[in-house]
Every structure is written in C-alpha cells, then in structure tokens.
C-alpha cells in the first residue's frame, strides 16, 4: 500500500502568463502554446570513404507560431495600430516576452521571441463602459525563441 502521509505536488488551479508586445507590459493570458524549439539534425562524413561513421551536426531551427489564448489588455491603439501595418506591408517586428507565473505569482519561466509580429487576432470583445478589451486568440510568428528560467 503506497504511503499517503505525503502529499502529492498539485498543478496550481489557473496558470498566468504575463505578456510583453513592444510597450504593452504585463497583459494576462491564461493560455499558450506553439513555445516548441526544434533543431533539425543533418548526418555529415567528414570524408567519402565508407569506413568512416557518420556524424550528425546541429541544421535549421524551425520556428512555428506561437498563440495566446484568453487575454486582456487595456483598451489604446497601439495594438491595432501595430496589427494595421501588416496591411501596409509595413510591420514593425517586435520582441515578445511570455512569462509563466507560478502559484505564488511569481516568476517561473520566459520565453522572449524575436522579430515577432501578429498573423492572427480572433474574438475581440470590448466593452464601452470598461478600459479593458478581452481577446480569445492571438497568434504571433516569429523568428526564434530564448528561454529562461526564473
């Protein structure tokens, strides 16, 4: 019979991101993903003799989307007005700071992406009589990810 005087660790009940874009500091958002690093692996001989092993080096990174789910921010135009320069083909690339908050609200992990800008913004909901905006989705491309912890 397994020991039940100790207390199994539990996930705590929501996670909190807090989101950087350019001057937006700390907007919430209770979900992310796509923060996946990948390497591809290239096999190399350093000479054409058969006899000699095959090594394998680091290749590309791929880099995919990352989305944010289920977010808040404060109503200005910043935002949209860095979202209406994809129509005028003139986007102003942004590094992104994602932090995982732990159950004491502090910081646990970062992710920072490079160059990222928005591909994709989906359920806006504002309302006249708040100064925030709810967003349910919000997908960034990007051109790497440096994660820390703490």
């Not at 096999?43 to 808040?72: C, M, W």
């Amino acid at each position: 019979m397994p020991d039940q005087s100790k207390e199994i660790p539990q996930p705590p009940a929501v996670l909190v991101f807090l989101v950087d874009i350019g001057g937006m500091k700390d907007m919430p958002f209770l979900e992310v993903s796509g923060l996946d690093v990948q390497t591809e692996s290239i096999e190399y001989r350093a000479n054409n003799a058969k006899s000699f092993p095959k090594i394998k080096v680091p290749g590309v990174s791929q880099d995919g989307h990352v989305t944010l789910k289920r977010g808040i921010f404060v109503k200005d135009s910043t935002f949209w007005a860095w979202y209406a320069q994809i129509q005028a083909n003139t986007i102003q690339r942004q590094t992104v700071t994602i932090k995982l908050l732990d159950a004491q609200h502090k910081q646990a992990m970062t992710w920072t992406l490079q160059s990222a800008w928005p591909t994709k913004v989906t359920g806006v909901n504002a309302q006249a009589d708040h100064d925030d905006v709810m967003v349910e989705l919000i997908e960034l491309a990007h051109e790497g990810i440096t994660v820390t912890g703490g």
